[in-house]
């Protein structure tokens, strides 16, 4: 490896929950292990690190930010709020418990890419407009990599999720990861710029 700054390992924190873990499937299928070699693919070096936590809200992730910051990522990636909304729990709270890890980020001077999550549509049309809100909000006031849905063309297709309809299997992964892609090639050029 030369020594050139642009050959240097990116190391990329997922800061997450189910989705990022990979829940239900093999450790090489899931999000992580998928991002990376889509990287180093496209000739970046990378390393993603694993913050996914099975059942984690935004209160959960910010709670152990400090302890996934001991791995000194270069950047991050903000993957939480999918079990905010599961559990109905306040835009409030979720935005509040985002803005705090997005805050800690920028103090630690790691750029971050923010990836939204949209509410069940059981909880109504005025849970799900504040719900998206929140992110969008985020997004603009931080200036962060914003990707408005982690599970964008995956949610509601079965033939891309587990029987449970909620978690991708692998070939759901694979959408995700194409689909982000480049909004994280943004934010690893934001990192190296």
């Keep these: 490896m030369s020594g050139r700054a642009e050959a240097r390992e990116v190391r990329i924190l997922a800061l997450g ?63 939480l709020g999918g079990n905010d909304g599961l559990r109905a729990i306040p835009p409030e709270a979720t935005y509040a418990n985002l803005d705090a890890i997005l805050r800690r980020l920028a103090e630690r001077n790691v750029p971050a890419l923010l990836a939204g999550m949209l509410a069940p549509p059981n909880l109504g049309a005025e849970y799900g407009e504040a719900f998206r809100g929140a992110f969008e909000r985020l997004a603009r006031e931080h200036a962060v990599v914003f990707y408005p849905f982690f599970l964008d063309g995956v949610a509601a297709e079965p033939a891309l999720n587990q029987p449970d309809g909620i978690h991708p299997n692998a070939r759901g992964v694979a959408v995700m990861v194409e689909r982000i892609l480049p909004a994280v090639e943004r934010l690893i050029e934001k990192a190296r710029s």
């Design 17 to 79: 929950d189910s989705l990022t873990a990979g829940y239900g499937l093999a450790r090489s299928e899931g999000f992580v292990a998928q991002l990376e070699a889509a990287l180093r693919a496209k000739g970046i070096p990378a390393r993603v690190l694993d913050g996914g936590v099975s059942g984690d809200t935004s209160a959960g992730g910010r709670a152990r930010l400090d302890w996934a910051l001991a791995d000194r990522p270069d950047v991050a990636i903000v993957a």
